[in-house]
């Protein structure tokens, strides 16, 4: 099952721990915006700017993790294009890891509310207040987001597909290892 190399265990930590986040936060997202607004609404935006930072955080980690431990070879089954695709598909990850939580941060600066990490270290904005830009941001925001969502499904049946149509063992490269 694990003739293949493996991802370090930093980088399967990182890998999950961001997969549960990113997922959370996707939802919560989508959940918060169509809410009425209220004190828990506010809560809510609150915790997902809070993980958003947390996120972006964790994927500059995650970058100076894996540039100073490169992931494992391919096995020679995989073709050329599927590992291309790989590559581009991972860089489009970490693009996205950094773009959107930062799309969020200039969207409240725009929007004049500043983020407080954790409700303890303030933040400074990153723009002035502007109605206009932030109305932008949102959508670039949004955007992004959507764009991750695709990224995720395709990565999830890429996945699956190595797992139970190739049966190359390469998703258990990823996977926890168990004693």
Do not use: C
């Not at 828990?40 to 955080?57: E, N």
């Not at 994927?59 to 490169?70: E, M, N, S, V």
């Not at 949004?142 to 995720?152: A, E």
């Amino acid at each position: 099952m694990f003739g293949t190399p493996v991802y370090t265990p930093t980088a399967r930590f990182l890998h999950w721990l961001m997969a549960f986040l990113i997922l959370g936060m996707l939802a919560l997202g989508l959940f918060m915006t169509g809410l009425d607004l209220s004190p828990a609404k506010l809560r809510l935006y609150s915790w997902h700017k809070w993980i958003g930072v947390t996120l972006f955080l964790l994927a500059l980690a995650r970058i100076l993790w894996r540039a100073t431990h490169p992931a494992p070879p391919l096995p020679g089954s995989v073709p050329a294009w599927e590992g291309l695709a790989a590559y581009a598909v991972h860089g489009l990850f970490y693009l996205l890891m950094l773009a959107t939580p930062l799309s969020g941060w200039l969207m409240s600066s725009a929007k004049g509310f500043q983020t407080v990490w954790w409700g303890v270290l303030p933040l400074p904005d990153l723009l002035g207040k502007d109605e206009a830009l932030g109305r932008l941001l949102e959508t670039v925001h949004q955007s992004l987001n959507w764009g991750l969502i695709v990224l995720l499904i395709v990565h999830v049946f890429a996945a699956l597909k190595h797992q139970y149509v190739d049966r190359d063992g390469l998703m258990e490269r990823m996977l926890p290892r168990m004693r």
